[in-house]
């Protein structure tokens, strides 16, 4: 891909790494992301850790914010794009900070939307042969949100729970209404943007298994997470008035 396109042009691109207690892999990830985008800015959202995940972020010459307690995932997602907007960024891509999204598909992820095909670009594990780095029933799980996402849209997508996305400035300004959720915006915002009349697509990605640090997926929270993903796509599917 010609990176140079956006330097050009004059969109800017900004990579939001929303990230909690990954103090251990986030060197790592700001590192990479460099290495396969220089040109991007880095913003890494420390959702109030305890370990030194934002110090270590600062130190590898990503720009900082501290939220001063942890508020889950999609409100730390929501500062980077308030962040996005305030410092008029074109392009926005969001990763994980645990080093399962690989940086190497920044490039690929972006090309659609400097190509004016799509408004929001996924990272799919699934569009290619490769080994799913989690539980069966998570696999499980991911299969019924993109069986309910294909109902809900008419659109199939395969991988509507993976949180490595890249979108266009439009898509950033949707994302900061208030019915963005504060911890799991999986599925249901899929629908949401779909149905507002976006254009989405899917791109082949691999992602890695995580190493270290805790997953969100433990406990009980999958149950929660399974009981507010139903509740919330109903919602969504009910609601007319999204734009």
């Not at 990579?15 to 892999?25: D, K, L, M, Q, R």
């Not at 490769?130 to 199939?156: D, E, H, N, Y």
């Amino acid at each position: 891909m010609d990176r140079s396109c956006f330097l050009k042009r004059e969109k800017k691109v900004l990579v939001i790494i929303p990230a909690f207690n990954e103090a251990s892999s986030i060197v790592g990830v700001v590192r990479g992301v460099k290495q396969s985008f220089p040109e991007a800015d880095i913003l890494v959202v420390d959702d109030g850790s305890k370990d030194a995940t934002g110090e270590l972020a600062r130190q590898e010459g990503a720009g900082v914010v501290r939220l001063p307690f942890n508020l889950g995932v999609g409100a730390a997602l929501q500062t980077g794009y308030r962040y996005a907007l305030r410092y008029a960024y074109e392009f926005v891509v969001q990763l994980d900070a645990d080093g399962q999204h690989d940086p190497l598909y920044l490039p690929e992820l972006l090309r659609p939307l400097s190509e004016d095909q799509v408004d929001l670009v996924i990272g799919s594990r699934f569009l290619e042969r490769s080994r799913f780095p989690g539980s069966w029933t998570r696999l499980v799980g991911i299969k019924i949100f993109a069986f309910l996402t294909w109902l809900a849209t008419g659109q199939r997508l395969t991988d509507p729970t993976s949180g490595y996305r890249a979108m266009r400035r439009s898509v950033v300004e949707f994302f900061c209404s208030d019915f963005f959720p504060h911890d799991y915006p999986d599925a249901d915002v899929l629908i949401t943007t779909c149905r507002a009349g976006f254009r989405l697509k899917e791109i082949p990605v691999v992602m890695k298994e995580r190493l270290t640090g805790c997953s969100l997926h433990r406990g009980l929270k999958p149950f929660y997470y399974i009981y507010k993903m139903f509740l919330s796509i109903l919602v969504s599917v009910l609601r007319q008035d999204w734009r």
